[in-house]
Nanobody, 123 residues
Framework: QVQLVESGGGLVQPGDSLRLSCAAS????????MGWFRQAPGKEREFVSA????????TYADSVKGRFTISRNNAENTMYLQMHSLKPEDTAVYYC????????????????WGQGTQVTVSS
C-alpha cells in the first residue's frame, strides 16, 4: 500500500506560478513511477506528467510541456509539480498517482491515488 497526499493548490492569476507537492507513505516510494493527472469539471481525467523511479526519466503532456516541471525526492518520499505561466485552462483538480506498470500516460495503469488538490487560474 502507498498513501498519497497532495498539497499546494490554490487560486492564482493567469501567468502566475504554483508548486504542487505529493507526499507518500507506506511501501517503498522509490520503486514506483509517479504521475500527475488533472480533471476539470465535466471532463475526463487527463495525464499531465510522469517521472521514473530514479527521477531522470520524465514525460509531459503537450499542453504543459515547457511550462511544468516534475521532480521527486526519494529520500523525502515526495514528488513535485512546478507550474509556471499558468493559464485558465489549467484549472482542475490535480491528482498524484503511483504505478509499477508500463504505460504511464494511462490513468488505468496507476495503482494508488491521492485525494486531489484544486488549482484555479482566474483573473
Amino acid at each position: 500500500q502507498v498513501q498519497l497526499v497532495e498539497s499546494g493548490g490554490g487560486l492564482v492569476q493567469p501567468g502566475d506560478s504554483l508548486r504542487l507537492s505529493c507526499a507518500a507513505s507506506g511501501r517503498a516510494f522509490s520503486r514506483y513511477v509517479m504521475g500527475w493527472f488533472r480533471q476539470a469539471p465535466g471532463k475526463e481525467r487527463e495525464f499531465v506528467s510522469a517521472i521514473g523511479w530514479s527521477g531522470y526519466s520524465t514525460t509531459y503532456a503537450d499542453s504543459v510541456k515547457g511550462r511544468f516541471t516534475i521532480s521527486r525526492n526519494n529520500a523525502e518520499n515526495t514528488m513535485y509539480l512546478q507550474m509556471h505561466s499558468l493559464k485558465p485552462e489549467d484549472t482542475a483538480v490535480y491528482y498524484c498517482a503511483a504505478t509499477s506498470k508500463a504505460g504511464v500516460n494511462d490513468a488505468h495503469n496507476y495503482d494508488y491515488w491521492g485525494q486531489g488538490t484544486q488549482v484555479t487560474v482566474s483573473s
